[in-house]
């Protein structure tokens, strides 16, 4: 039986089912935009000090400017301390060194690109969603954007790229492992095909490695995806925002607790991890296992072969998830948050309003809640208090989840109808650039209070 415990949002299921006569007149079309994920701050309970707001001081100030300065900093530091694996695109942003993304390069293409001396490197089907991506290295001494611009004056046509590198929007870091090159791979065991018999309760991660001994995720069946098999490394962000997703304690509980969790770790512990190769290919992951919601705390440039992927998943019916990121109002949007297909959250506090570091624009689908939040904390039993719209994105994932556990696209338009309906408007009346179509779960935040004694 489907499981529609959407949440736990007051009056939905009565709202979804008149919705249903609705979906005739009007199609819903999933909000798209450019937006980036929320900077993650974490700090353990009993060393937090509260202010106005009941989290990490007031809602200006240090806190504040830590949380939008913080993805730019670590892509400084990535690019400083990672010269032989990550270079700069000519926007700044951090990229896999030496390599260019292609989505489905003719054979002509290539044959004539390995002419001029570019090396192949990698070719990758990917299965379930129907494209092929290609990696090559430009030839000796030729830039990334001059290797980019000689590749489309081969073919005006061609989809090329930088291969870009997607951050967590916060300060989480993993757990240290040895590094590993290029993306991960679908561990040994793990099934290549959807599954048999439908899952009820389940929903999609793309992110770091998950701490599955937490206690809030034990009750949880996670299905893991990277690392080439190897143990997966436990990530501080992933971990956080998993609980947010499926956990449940004594005193704790996600927006899906219990579920089945796809969990795909782009990162597996090197430095030049989450690259749009990586994510793309978790994606197909989810696409092969019919995961009806997939939630992406991970924010960074436009990038046409993820593009092309968010694109080829809306058209089958799934729903992605993602946090507008922690940048400011007026910085620009960030990706996949702002592609057309990609549901993007913003922040707010528990007094309903909007987190100052919360990008803003046309692409902001909902806000839920982004502050004085609990959250697991990787490699213990305890919670940490974090902020930012990375993790106010798993509570309207793990809701919706429970009303979309497959891919439909009926069901979908349904689904986002229903939630438009029971949204809580604010700021300027109907859909606007800070809080979307309003506020949805907030019954969901978990206060720091309530997990207190589990604290470290």
């Given at each position: 039986?489907?499981?529609?415990?959407?949440?736990?949002?007051?009056?939905?299921?009565?709202?979804?089912?008149?919705?249903?006569?609705?979906?005739?007149?009007?199609?819903?079309?999933?909000?798209?935009?450019?937006?980036?994920?929320?900077?993650?701050?974490?700090?353990?309970?009993?060393?937090?000090?509260?202010?106005?707001?009941?989290?990490?001081?007031?809602?200006?100030?240090?806190?504040?400017?830590?949380?939008?300065?913080?993805?730019?900093?670590?892509?400084?530091?990535?690019?400083?301390?990672?010269?032989?694996?990550?270079?700069?695109?000519?926007?700044?942003?951090?990229?896999?060194?030496?390599?260019?993304?292609?989505?489905?390069?003719?054979?002509?293409?290539?044959?004539?690109?390995?002419?001029?001396?570019?090396?192949?490197?990698?070719?990758?089907?990917?299965?379930?969603?129907?494209?092929?991506?290609?990696?090559?290295?430009?030839?000796?001494?030729?830039?990334?954007?001059?290797?980019?611009?000689?590749?489309?004056?081969?073919?005006?046509?061609?989809?090329?790229?930088?291969?870009?590198?997607?951050?967590?929007?916060?300060?989480?870091?993993?757990?240290?492992?040895?590094?590993?090159?290029?993306?991960?791979?679908?561990?040994?065991?793990?099934?290549?095909?959807?599954?048999?018999?439908?899952?009820?309760?389940?929903?999609?991660?793309?992110?770091?490695g998950v701490d599955a001994q937490h206690p809030s995720l034990r009750s949880?069946?996670?299905?893991?995806?990277?690392?080439?098999?190897?143990?997966?490394?436990?990530?501080?962000?992933?971990?956080?925002?998993?609980?947010?997703?499926?956990?449940?304690?004594?005193?704790?509980?996600?927006?899906?607790?219990?579920?089945?969790?796809?969990?795909?770790?782009?990162?597996?512990?090197?430095?030049?991890?989450?690259?749009?190769?990586?994510?793309?290919?978790?994606?197909?992951?989810?696409?092969?296992?019919?995961?009806?919601?997939?939630?992406?705390?991970?924010?960074?440039?436009?990038?046409?072969?993820?593009?092309?992927?968010?694109?080829?998943?809306?058209?089958?019916?799934?729903?992605?998830?993602?946090?507008?990121?922690?940048?400011?109002?007026?910085?620009?949007?960030?990706?996949?948050?702002?592609?057309?297909?990609?549901?993007?959250?913003?922040?707010?506090?528990?007094?309903?309003?909007?987190?100052?570091?919360?990008?803003?624009?046309?692409?902001?689908?909902?806000?839920?809640?982004?502050?004085?939040?609990?959250?697991?904390?990787?490699?213990?039993?305890?919670?940490?208090?974090?902020r930012g719209t990375s993790f106010a994105a798993p509570l309207v994932a793990?809701?919706?989840?429970?009303?979309?556990?497959?891919?439909?696209?009926?069901a979908r338009q349904r689904l986002l109808l229903a939630l438009q309906a029971?949204?809580?408007?604010?700021?300027?009346?109907?859909?606007?650039?800070?809080?979307?179509?309003?506020?949805?779960?907030?019954?969901?935040?978990?206060?720091?209070?309530?997990?207190?004694?589990?604290?470290?």
């Amino acid at each position: 039986m489907m499981i529609f415990d959407v949440w736990r949002f007051a009056l939905l299921g009565p709202l979804l089912t008149a919705a249903l006569p609705l979906v005739a007149q009007a199609q819903l079309r999933l909000p798209g935009g450019l937006p980036q994920l929320p900077a993650v701050v974490e700090r353990p309970l009993d060393r937090l000090q509260r202010g106005a707001e009941g989290t990490l001081g007031t809602t200006t100030g240090t806190a504040v400017e830590t949380l939008r300065g913080a993805r730019r900093a670590a892509e400084q530091s990535l690019l400083r301390n990672w010269p032989g694996r990550v270079e700069a695109d000519p926007n700044g942003a951090p990229v896999r060194r030496g390599e260019l993304l292609l989505v489905d390069p003719g054979e002509a293409l290539l044959q004539a690109a390995q002419a001029q001396g570019f090396t192949l490197l990698r070719s990758t089907m990917l299965e379930g969603l129907d494209l092929r991506q290609v990696v090559l290295a430009p030839p000796n001494g030729l830039s990334l954007a001059d290797a980019l611009a000689r590749l489309r004056a081969l073919d005006p046509g061609l989809e090329a790229d930088y291969h870009h590198l997607y951050r967590p929007s916060g300060a989480a870091a993993s757990t240290a492992r040895g590094a590993s090159e290029g993306p991960p791979n679908e561990p040994a065991g793990s099934p290549g095909a959807a599954p048999a018999a439908p899952v009820v309760a389940r929903v999609g991660l793309i992110d770091g490695g998950v701490d599955a001994q937490h206690p809030s995720l034990r009750s949880s069946v996670l299905q893991r995806w990277g690392c080439e098999g190897l143990p997966a490394a436990a990530d501080a962000h992933g971990t956080a925002v998993a609980s947010l997703l499926v956990g449940r304690d004594a005193d704790f509980t996600g927006a899906l607790p219990g579920a089945t969790l796809f969990s795909a770790d782009v990162y597996c512990g090197a430095p030049d991890g989450g690259g749009a190769e990586a994510v793309a290919q978790a994606l197909a992951w989810m696409a092969r296992q019919r995961v009806g919601v997939v939630n992406i705390s991970l924010v960074g440039p436009a990038n046409r072969l993820l593009e092309r992927v968010v694109d080829r998943l809306a058209a089958r019916g799934h729903l992605l998830v993602a946090a507008v990121g922690n940048d400011g109002p007026a910085a620009p949007p960030l990706y996949p948050a702002a592609y057309a297909g990609v549901l993007a959250i913003a922040g707010v506090t528990p007094s309903r309003r909007v987190l100052p570091e919360a990008g803003q624009g046309p692409h902001v689908a909902f806000a839920a809640p982004g502050a004085d939040i609990a959250a697991a904390r990787a490699g213990s039993a305890g919670y940490r208090v974090v902020r930012g719209t990375s993790f106010a994105a798993p509570l309207v994932a793990g809701g919706l989840a429970g009303g979309l556990p497959q891919p439909d696209i009926a069901a979908r338009q349904r689904l986002l109808l229903a939630l438009q309906a029971v949204a809580h408007d604010l700021g300027a009346r109907g859909r606007d650039p800070v809080y979307g179509h309003g506020l949805v779960a907030e019954d969901l935040r978990v206060p720091p209070q309530r997990v207190q004694a589990a604290a470290p």
